[in-house]
């Protein structure tokens, strides 16, 4: 199973997790449910007009924490910004609900990244299981 399938399996399973960031010296963290693969990245989408648009501009290191019931994942890296239109649409036709939001009435845009220099790590109650570079 190659690096980028355990990730997004973990992630899958969990259904929902948890994307960290900072804003000025203090950390955020709030749940989200969608990510998605495309051309050997993982992506994730939160919308430009929000809060963590902003602090991942301002600061990219982030981290995605999932739960699975016996295991977690701590993904981290740098957040990439893709501009490409394309994504966009396949994450709205991934998730149609999202097209209530991220259109041309609310004029709300989803903005797509994925991690660079990234770092997965699968853990158990006793540590880190696995670690893999991507």
Do not use: W
């Amino acid at each position: 199973m190659a690096n980028n399938e355990k990730v997004v399996q973990f992630l899958e399973k969990a259904q929902i997790f948890y994307l960290t960031t900072v804003d000025g010296s203090k950390p955020k963290c709030r749940p989200i449910s969608f990510s998605m693969e495309h051309d050997g990245k993982i992506y994730f989408g939160v919308g430009t007009y929000k809060n963590v648009y902003r602090q991942l501009q301002e600061n990219p290191n982030t981290e995605v924490c999932a739960f699975t019931g016996q295991n977690f994942l701590r993904y981290y890296g740098k957040a990439e910004f893709d501009p490409n239109p394309e994504l966009v649409e396949k994450a709205l036709d991934a998730v149609p609900v999202l097209r209530d939001v991220y259109n041309e009435q609310t004029g709300y845009k989803l903005g797509m990244f994925y991690l660079t220099d990234a770092t997965a790590e699968i853990c158990g109650m006793m540590g880190v299981e696995e670690t893999i570079s991507m």
